[in-house]
């Protein structure tokens, strides 16, 4: 929603996404480019090409802002939402 949108905007954060051998990565940094730490981070996954693989998986916090998945993903592609707070 909107209102939403105009909150995420107004923290600055920046993130990214991507994978380190086949387990999801998520970088978050705050407006002054520091990492963000103690968020609880969940990512939900979706198969564009297959149906009964979706899923929703806690990532953990690493160093640096960075959170990572457990359990690793099968090749090919995903669409990712990330849903990440203090809570």
Do not use: C, M, N
């Not at 051998?21 to 940094?29: A, I, S």
């Not at 705050?30 to 979706?46: I, M, Q, T």
Request: neutral net charge; aromatic residues 4%; hydrophobic residues 35%.
């Amino acid at each position: 929603d909107l209102a939403e949108a105009r909150r995420q905007r107004a923290l600055g954060w920046t993130d990214g996404v991507g994978h380190d051998r086949g387990r999801l990565r998520f970088e978050v940094r705050g407006r002054d480019g520091a990492p963000v730490g103690g968020l609880k981070v969940e990512a939900r996954l979706r198969r564009p090409t297959h149906d009964g693989e979706d899923r929703v998986l806690k990532l953990s916090p690493d160093a640096g802002g960075v959170y990572r998945a457990g359990d690793a993903l099968a090749a090919g592609a995903w669409d990712v939402e990330i849903h990440a707070g203090d809570g």
